[in-house]
């Protein structure tokens, strides 16, 4: 298949994903032909005893093993924001100084079998669980008064079941992204998105917290289904949003289950046994 014909095809199709890339209505997603529905990232190695710095949502993508792989997407995230741009869904093409690839937030996938249980109080357990999950980086990218969200994810191969409702050309397309980074959604709208880290940073400042090496954001939460970020800080443990969306559901489940704020904040940040207690 010619990569224009994949293009088109990309800017047709529609992709819903575990958690919304923004928090405004009327968001446009696109994705390609061949999408990926999981990943397993390889286990990362060097980790300092008492932080989570090699999976905090503040390491900058460039100095993980990821990096190199990801930045060679960057002719591919070009062609499809400026197809976009051919459609009249952007004002403005998008050129390589565009992007800043330290911008990208880590998050790591819960699973039906949620994480989010006593044992992530014990850095070491939680640290065993994140060895092996599943990670995918998304990285937004500003054009003046609007903003392109790219999903990354390790393409996986085919699976049988899906095998004959394929053609030749996306069953060898697949096969040949199985194992590397690959683009799995591009969305774009107006405005400038959700800043993750950002968020977090406002509400670690809020509690006067500041062990960013500690803090990893999962995605895909309970009742949430929206990142949440998980903050270790000496003895405690804390869960905070990482955008209005996830601040105003995390809000109303710990009103819904007689668990109030300690003080009148606008971001809600809760102890992890807290949160655990309301999902049960």
Sequence with gaps: MKRKSIILLDILMVLSFPFAAFAESGRN???????????????????EANTLDNYSVFQPLSETDDYEEIKVLESEMLERANALYSFGKLNKKMTASDIDYNKAVKIYMDHTESVFNDSMADMEKFRSFLDTAEHIWVLQVSLGNQTVTYTFNIGRPVRDEIRDLLTSEQIEEMER?????????????NGKGDDYKNYIRKGMAQEN?????????????PEISQPLAITYEEETVKVIPTNTTANDRLKALMKRNGIQSRMDNPIEICDLDDYIAALN
Excluded at 29 to 47: D, G, I, M, N, R
Excluded at 177 to 189: D, F, P, S, Y
Aim: charged share 15%.
């Design 29 to 47: 997603f696109v994705q390609p032909a061949s999408v990926a529905t999981a990943s397993s990232a390889t286990p990362l190695e060097s980790k």
């Design 209 to 221: 917290l500041s062990e960013e090496l500690s803090v990893v954001v999962i995605g895909g939460t």
């Design 177 to 189: 992204e199985a194992g590397h980074w690959k683009i799995v959604k591009v969305a774009w709208g």
